[in-house]
Structure formats: structure tokens, C-alpha cells
């Protein structure tokens, strides 16, 4: 602790291990390994303490980055552990997947001109990692509110309002549609980039604090809002359904024999162990050429599993430059390592079947990059008669989600705006008193630590919704 800001300084920023990449592009187990302890020491000694601690202000669910690394650097992990989890709910999760380069470590002081911020994310895994095995939760319950909550979904948003809400002392119950708690961090991202274990782990440490969870229950199907609310006798909900609707090109073709959704993709390999196949009941076709068609997180998981699934050629289609991709840069940085082949600025014009109803290609047509569009990114512009053909026996179009109206349709005096997501105030109640929303089903597709800041904040107004709003029978 006694170093100077300059010995700070002169220490460069350490790497985390992982697995070789003609190994692991083989297989489903964790790319990333993770510090050594020794290591761990040492980057979080490239802190510099800084008073403005802008680091706060760029992580979503506000984790107090410059007293975490302090007890990093003196290896009181337990203190580092307390922490972590006093702010995040599921460490071991972000630590894995938050897109740190744009958040935390965006605004961390030692990243500014040619410098190279601390590995905050590298380090949240750390003592994710160390407090599973080693960390006592000693989470003080406080005595039973008597106000019965309901979480409908249990991605990172609502399993977040849930934790929060049982810290409070209230009743809490989660309905999840599928036959596994975690969303998109058990259906989506596969098992090579956060093993489900990790996620099992942190939703048990929700039932060690009262939170109880209820799968294979749709709500709009098994039961309604208002059944909730008016039979169940729920004083609040927090909606938390995310945006799972895959979206399509609508180009010719999409209807031949070998075409998927990302997520229908994903979520037979990743959560029904289609991997395992005839072990497992679901099977998938795994493909010899692969095309997948998009740049954000999505395609990068869903052609990379392909490579998983022993594909000859794993191609990934995007309309725009590698500047321009939405992915993570590590799981662009892995993808390529993996033997991915990227076809950048290029676009899917229509998918080629033969005469029995399966793929056999996809012609894609030539982009150059023009003015910005409203996203900021520069708009593709085709290139005339610059058509080709890349061979695929299986596309996979990774073009991003919509909201899902199977809950939505059954509560219509929930409001909805012009894409379907829910609309909700200022304190994320929606139009429907007592029902609250927030992760991806009022932002759009998003992140999981944004989901997860939705997730706190959202709870802290549900308890002054309950306090203020809702009085129990004497
Ligand atoms: C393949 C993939 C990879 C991604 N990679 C990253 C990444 O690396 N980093 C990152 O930060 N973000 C990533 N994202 C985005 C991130 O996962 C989402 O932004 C986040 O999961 C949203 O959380 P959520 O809680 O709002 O919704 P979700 O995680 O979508 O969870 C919603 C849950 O609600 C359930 N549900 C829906 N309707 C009902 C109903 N009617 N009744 C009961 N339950 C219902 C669903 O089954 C689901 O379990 C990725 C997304 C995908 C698809």
C-alpha cells in the first residue's frame, strides 16, 4: 500500500490466462481461466486510488471500485468479497460478461491517452470466484414486512429486484417461463463463456435469502397479471421478461430446412445440451459450413458454438467494418483466435436451397461504409453487382430481439411503446399501479449489468411504492 502513484504506473496490466485456442474451439468448457491469486495482486496494484473514483459512476449497479481494490492489493479477499456483494447481486456473472471496456474501465484514469485501464472485470471475477468457495454470506434478513412481491422472469433483472427486495424483508416469489432460472445467461450465453454452474451458484445464494422460484410458469399462460395481483394476492410485481422475440431479415429463403434464430439456436445447445446429442433429447444440425449473419455478442456466441459443433467453416456475415461491431472485444479477440472466418462489410441478400428444401448457401452482396445513420455508426451502402455466394448447409441469423407480447397481450392496460417495450415512469412503475418493469423488456436488448442496475433501482421504488401505497390488514 505504501507504493507511489508512480511505481503504480510503471506496472503494465496483467493477462489473464486462458485456454489454448485449438483446444478449447473443440469443446464447451470455460475459454477464460482466470487470475492466480498472485496476479490478482499485482493488477489491482495498478490502481491509483484516485479521489474522483470515476469508476463508481461507469458500472451501472455502482460498485465501489476503489475500496474494492484496495482490499484486493492487501489479499483481504474477504473484505474484497463484502464489497463486491454489498453492490452486486452476481459477480461471478458480470465478472464474465459485462462489456468492462465501455463502463468501468472506459473512465478508469489509467486508460486515458495510450494507457491501459485496470483489469476491473478480471478482478470482479477474481473474488467472485474466491468468495463461492470461501466467502460465509452473513446477509441480515430483517423481519418479515408482510408485502408479497412477485418477479415475473429470472434474467439478471429480476433476479436482482429479488435479491433487493428480500434484503428489504418482503415475500418474494420469481415465475420463470422456462424449466431453468438465469434468462439469457443459461439459454443464451453458452457454457464457454459462463459455465451454468456459476449462474446455479449465485441464484442459490437468492433461495439461501427466502427468494422463492417457481419455473415452468408463463405469465399470460399458467397465470395472468391481474390473476396475480387480485387472486394470489401479490402487492407489487416486477416484470423483468427481457426481449426474447428473435428478429428476421425477412430475406427469400428463410424458410428452407437448415435456417435458425440465434436464440433457437443457442438455446437448444446451451440449455438443452444439444451438444450431447443423442444423450440429450434435443438434437440440432450442427452443419459443415456455417454462416451466421450479424456483429453483436449473439452472432459471436452462436459462430463460435458452431465451431464447438464441429463445423469445417464457421463464417460470420456483417454488413459493417470490425470498428463497427457491437461484440464484446474479447469475444471478438476469441472468435478470430478460434478460426472464426469474419466476412465484414458484406450483407445476406438471400438464402440459396437445393431441391430438397435444405440451405445450400447464402448470396451476400459487397458494402462500403457511407455517412453515420442515428446510431452514430457509418451506414453500409451495397456495392452494385458485387453479389457472392458463401457455401452453408446451416444460417443463423443473429439480427437482435423484440419484445415478447405473450404477457403483454393478456394485461392491455399495461402501455406499450412504439416497439412493444414496456413504458414505465420515472420510479420504473408501469401504467398499471403496483406493476413495475426494467431490464430489456423497457429498454430493448441491452446488457446484463444495465438489467441489473434496472433490477436495484427498481426495487428500491417498489419499497416505497409498498410503504407508502399499499396497506396490509391490521
Ligand atoms: C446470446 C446472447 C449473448 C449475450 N451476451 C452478453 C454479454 O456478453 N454481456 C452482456 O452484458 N449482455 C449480453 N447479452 C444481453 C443480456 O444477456 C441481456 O441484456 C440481459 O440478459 C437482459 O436481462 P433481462 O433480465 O432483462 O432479461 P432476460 O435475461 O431475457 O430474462 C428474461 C426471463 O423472463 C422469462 N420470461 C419471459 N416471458 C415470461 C413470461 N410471460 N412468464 C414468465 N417468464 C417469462 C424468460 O424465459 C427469461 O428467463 C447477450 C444476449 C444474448 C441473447
Known amino acids: 500500500m505504501s507504493m507511489t502513484a508512480k511505481e503504480r ?3 503494465d496490466r496483467q493477462h489473464m490466462p486462458e485456454r489454448e485456442a485449438g483446444v478449447r474451439n473443440c469443446d464447451f468448457n470455460e475459454v477464460n481461466i482466470g487470475f492466480p491469486e498472485q496476479l490478482a495482486l499485482i493488477e489491482a496494484s495498478r490502481c491509483l486510488q484516485c479521489k474522483a473514483g470515476k469508476c463508481i459512476e461507469g458500472c451501472p449497479v455502482g460498485i465501489n471500485i476503489p475500496e474494492f481494490m484496495k482490499y484486493v492489493e492487501a489479499g483481504d479477499f474477504n473484505k474484497a468479497a463484502e464489497v463486491l456483494l454489498s453492490a452486486n447481486a452476481l459477480p461471478g456473472i458480470t465478472g464474465r460478461v459485462c462489456p468492462q471496456e465501455e463502463q468501468c474501465e472506459q473512465v478508469c484514469i489509467r486508460g486515458k491517452g495510450k494507457g491501459v485501464p485496470v483489469a476491473v472485470g478480471h478482478l470482479e471475477r477474481f473474488i467472485a470466484d ?16 408482510g408485502y408479497k412481491v412477485g418477479i415475473v422472469g429470472s434474467g439478471p433483472a429480476g433476479l436482482t ?9 418482503h415475500d418474494v416469489t420469481i415465475f420463470e417461463a422456462l424449466h431453468k432460472p438465469g434468462g439469457v445467461l443459461v439459454y443464451g450465453i453458452p457454457e464457454f463463456r459462463l459455465p451454468n454452474k456459476i449462474i446455479e451458484s449465485e441464484v442459490d445464494r437468492l433461495r439461501e435469502m427466502g427468494v422463492k422460484i417457481i419455473c415452468n410458469a408463463v405469465i399470460g399462460r399458467t397465470f395472468t397479471v391481474g390473476d396475480l395481483m387480485d387472486e394470489e394476492g401479490f402487492h407489487a410485481l416486477f416484470l423483468g421478461i427481457g426481449a426474447g422475440l428473435p428478429v428476421f431479415m425477412n430475406i427469400p429463403g428463410e424458410n428452407l430446412k437448415g435456417v435458425y434464430s440465434a436464440n433457437e439456436y443457442l438455446t437448444r445447445v446451451n440449455l438443452m445440451g444439444a451438444y450431447q446429442f443423442p444423450e440429450c433429447d434435443t438434437p440440432v444440425i450442427k452443419g459443415k459450413n456455417v454462416a451466421v449473419i450479424g456483429g453483436g455478442n449473439v452472432a459471436m456466441d452462436a459462430v463460435r458454438t458452431s465451431k464447438r459443433l464441429g463445423a469445417k467453416a464457421s463464417n460470420l456475415i456483417y454488413r459493417r467494418s470490425r470498428a463497427e461491431m457491437p461484440a464484446r472485444k474479447e469475444e471478438v479477440k476469441h472468435a478470430e483466435e478460434e478460426g472464426i472466418v469474419f466476412n465484414l462489410l458484406c450483407n445476406p441478400k438471400r438464402i440459396l436451397g437445393n431441391d430438397k428444401g435444405w440451405v445450400k448457401g447464402l448470396e451476400c452482396l459487397r458494402m462500403e461504409l457511407g455517412e453515420p445513420d442515428a446510431s452514430g455508426r457509418r451506414r453500409p451502402v451495397p456495392i452494385e453487382g458485387s453479389e457472392f455466394v458463401v457455401e452453408a448447409d446451416v444460417v443463423i441469423e443473429a439480427l437482435g430481439a423484440g419484445a415478447n407480447p405473450l404477457l403483454t397481450s393478456t394485461t392491455p392496460d399495461i402501455k406499450l411503446n412504439k416497439w412493444g417495450y414496456i413504458e414505465i415512469d420515472e420510479t420504473g412503475m408501469t401504467t398499471k399501479p403496483g406493476v413495475f418493469a426494467g431490464g430489456d423488456i423497457t429498454r430493448g436488448a441491452a446488457t446484463v449489468i444495465l438489467a441489473m442496475g434496472d433490477g436495484k433501482s427498481v426495487a428500491a421504488a417498489m419499497n416505497r411504492y409498498l410503504k407508502e401505497k399499499v396497506t396490509l390488514p391490521a
Open 161 to 169: 429486484a429479488a435479491g433487493e427486495l428480500a434484503k428489504m424483508g
Open 9 to 11: 504506473m510503471a506496472i
Open 130 to 145: 474466491w468468495a463461492r468457495e470461501n466467502y460465509d454470506v452473513k446477509q441480515i434478513i430483517p423481519p418479515p414486512t
